[in-house]
């Protein structure tokens, strides 16, 4: 996962792998390739058109669509096409497109003035003061700005991004399509999955970053991706630009541990748990199941990913691994001078910390959940912007200062389209049930107070929970709003019951926090100095050393190949005829009639490969991870010719140790991508407005 800066110093490896392109165009940022790839929030998508048209994946633009969606008119189920600009549907309030056009390295501005022996509370709050300063001096209207720790805090780079406001949803092939084999095929080879969907990036006629409005125009990018419509072969070179998420492949064998024996079995039990809660609820109401199908689809997501990496994790014997290269970093150090040989402590003293976090992780993972429901977060964003409004900017907190308020809007004013107040409150209900069951020194007085007798009786708890919902009026989007604009001391007389329990809950809330950027503040002094000694020790070794993934733009390199396992051979692609082989008419393989007959018929136009089958999703050798999603694969000429979408079971586990063997992405190709479009939804304006249409 190669910053962009770093092409240049692995030219020679680019270059043998076949990249036709000068690996230096690649650093810069608002060039003809790099310039064409965008962040969307969470996924990564790219401009293919000079009209603002975005491409992504089906499920990166599923939010869009299920926002637009009813039990009446499911777009979800039905697939959507505006067949010209002026049928195309706004997004929801917070969706946006970021073209970053700077990223520069600022780690003296940021902790060049602290004292490295300084840690805890000062050393958070000194760090966190001089990222907001970065920001405010770089953010204008339009642009914004975000600081990145790479490496846990031994480096802060400022990225500078076009923040576009106004995103529609153009073209959503149905979800028979983009989501064919469903959970059933996620993570999984050999795949048949048409994830890909169209959004345009709209601006004012000036050009500025205007809010959905009917008089916007769509906005002119100053490079766009064309599409290599013929795809790609065996052997042929690929490479994906993106933003993936976070790997942890410098975590610490005692991280590993953690995540092997807590957080993955924890938080698998936990889901499961949420999605028999909303599923029940779907099955009686299909307005329900609307309004909860991209919630479900994310929680699905993870769910099967936490399995694949406990599976894999296990297979891999990843603690002893990490456990063995630790033991040998720290045989390195006692071997080097003094200085470097001082890193040994202090990553025995990071060892500390991460044992300190541990003892409460059962607390803050359920007030983490309680933060997920409706009602809690509502109330908690109201409250807590209206605390940090009576503070000066700069020193208001990340997340609610004045840059902020417009997302905190944006999210009030959607609820009613992504949750039911009927499930919410079973969502509350449950996890309150957990609270009860921590131990003593893990409770929060607060809601202790609150709860009552209701803490050990189940009944008075449910009743607890149903009278708060009863009590508020916070369920209603324009209370929500007028709450939002309101005084700290309006919203503290008032007797709306959920934002009175958050009055009440928010001063110990606050002293969470505080004891919270205490560890972190130590562990933003150690983990650098611990990243420090591993750099130096993989550059001892020749090895290369690339930051973890951070939702920073990265590229990878590889080729398109498939694999070997348990002595089975996979191949690099999937076609057509997979598709007519799974279909069984029920969902996830329901495959819509009108595609089933082309395929039968094998009528693929111009759009089938040199031996006349139709490509469908192919592998490559690439380190994606989540946020990769949507991220457009390059042929060796920059060109269009799929979207990473997914990845094999073997790579799940990638994001703590990757595999060259066995890990491989998977990409939507752009011939099946261009052959749907064309049979079988029509969408010949979209193709003519690509230049690839036959």
Known sequence: ????????????????????????????????????????????????????????????????????????????RDGFLARSQAEELPGDPNQRVYVTDEIRDITKEIVGKIDPKVGGLARYEAIDKAQKAAVAKCEKPGVKCDVYNFHGGYSFQLVRQREIKDVRLVYAPPDAIGKFGGDVDNWMWPRHTGDFSFLRAYVA?????????????????????TLNADGLEAGDFVMVAGYPGRTNRYRLAEETHDAIQWQYPTNIRWYEEILGIINAAGAKDPAVAVKYANSVAGFNNYLKNF?????????????????????????????????????????????????????????????????????????????????????????????FQTRDEPKIEGSLKQWERR??????????THFLRSYVKLPANQRVAALDGWLGTAAGDDAALVQKVDALYAGTKLTATDERLKWFKAKRSEIEATDDAALKFMVALMPEL???????????????RLRPRYMQAMIAYNESLHQPVYPDANSSLRVTFGRVQGFKKDGVEFTPFTTGDGIVAKTTGEDPFDTPEKEYKALVARDYGSHAAKNGTLPVNFLADLDITGGNSGSPALDSRGRLVGLAFDGNWDSVSADWIFDTALTRSIQVDVRYMLWVMDTIDGASNLLQEMGVAR
Request: charged letters at 25%.
């Open 1 to 76: 996962m190669w910053q962009p800066a770093q092409l240049p110093a692995i030219a020679t490896q680019l270059k043998q792998r076949g990249l036709e392109l000068d690996p230096a165009g690649l650093t810069d940022l608002t060039g003809p390739t790099m310039g064409a790839v965008v962040s969307i929030g969470g996924c990564t998508a790219s401009f293919v058109s000079p009209q603002g048209l975005v491409v992504t994946n089906h499920h990166c633009a599923y939010g869009a669509i299920q926002y637009n969606s009813t039990a009446e008119k499911n777009l979800i």
């Open 205 to 225: 006629k000036d050009g500025s970053s205007k809010p959905y409005s009917k008089d916007n125009v769509p906005f002119q990018p100053k490079h766009f991706l």
């Open 510 to 524: 606050l002293n969470i926090e505080q004891a919270r950027k205490q560890r972190l503040g130590d562990e933003l």
């Open 307 to 399: 399995r694949g990496q406990l599976e894999g994790l296990a297979k891999a014997h990843a603690v002893d691994v990490k456990t063995q290269k630790e033991n040998a970093l720290l045989q390195w150090l006692r071997g080097q001078g003094e200085a470097t040989a001082a890193l040994g402590g202090d990553i025995a003293e990071l060892r500390g910390v991460l044992a300190r976090q541990r003892e409460l992780r059962d607390r803050d993972l359920v007030l983490g959940y309680l933060n997920r429901t409706f009602l809690y977060n509502a109330s908690y964003q109201i409250y807590r912007t209206a605390v940090e409004r009576s503070k000066p900017d700069l020193q208001r907190e990340q997340g």
């Open 419 to 428: 949750m039911d107040p009927a499930v919410d409150r079973q969502l509350f």
